[in-house]
Nanobody, 123 residues
Framework: QVQLVESGGGLVQAGGSLRLSCVAS????????????ITWYRQAPGKQRVLVAR???????NYLYSVESRFTISRDNAKNMVYLRMNSLKPEEAAVYYC?????????????WGKGTRVTVSS
């Protein structure tokens, strides 16, 4: 069973930076970490979970429009790690940030979620 663990959240002042990490484990057979699409989401209290950034197996990336000039997603397949560097954080970006791994199989897509790491941004 694939497991994801996020870390790096915490309290930061508006305009500050954080780097979130997501470490993955539990891969079996030919489905190595490098084959997974990894996505960072965030969910603020009372709001829906929102896609923030994702990185494909080949390394291409997509971002939520409002963060693409400030956030950077990257991966280190040798370490089964994905990172989210967040600069110039805004109070409205306070949320729990989740990491999700997705892979396609003959039976459909499989998704695995971490439990999240909380980011608090003070104004």
């Amino acid at each position: 069973q694939v497991q994801l663990v996020e870390s790096g959240g915490g309290l930061v002042q508006a305009g500050g930076s954080l780097r979130l990490s997501c470490v993955a484990s539990g891969f079996t057979g030919s489905n190595t970490f490098s084959k997974y699409l990894i996505t960072w989401y965030r969910q603020a209290p009372g709001k829906q979970r929102v896609l923030v950034a994702r990185i494909f197996s080949g390394g291409s990336t997509n971002y939520l429009y409002s963060v693409e000039s400030r956030f950077t997603i990257s991966r280190d397949n040798a370490k089964n790690m994905v990172y989210l560097r967040m600069n110039s954080l805004k109070p409205e970006e306070a949320a729990v940030y989740y990491c999700k791994a997705r892979i396609g199989t003959p039976y459909g897509e499989e998704d695995y979620w971490g439990k999240g790491t909380r980011v608090t941004v003070s104004s």
